[in-house]
């Protein structure tokens, strides 16, 4: 597995899951994640998969950029991708900023997220 193939994938896949047509999909969203996803949310609280199949479907979907992504391959069928992020969210002037950490894993056929955190930072 060639490690620039494996960050394109990743990132597009990251790009994905930022897209509010996917951000309102129990669908998709179930087919991105692993079941055993995991996400600690820059607000410090914690959910696993079925509390995002559950609240992302009906939330407005923020307006999320993304930027400066990195790609370590952790392991075997196992990679890690950092980005910083911006956020803004609808009805809030203010955008929050964050550093962003994805750890995906291959199944053989496809890349599924399977812990994501994002951690506040000062603006950039």
Known sequence: MHNNNTKQQLIALEQLLVQPA?????????????????EIGASGRCFGKADVLERLPTETPPVITQQDFDCRVLADGLAQLTYRATIQREGDYTVAYSIRSSIYRFDGENWQMIFHQGTACEPF
């Open 22 to 38: 996917t951000r309102l999909s129990a669908e998709l969203l179930n087919c991105y994640l692993a079941d055993d996803f995991y």
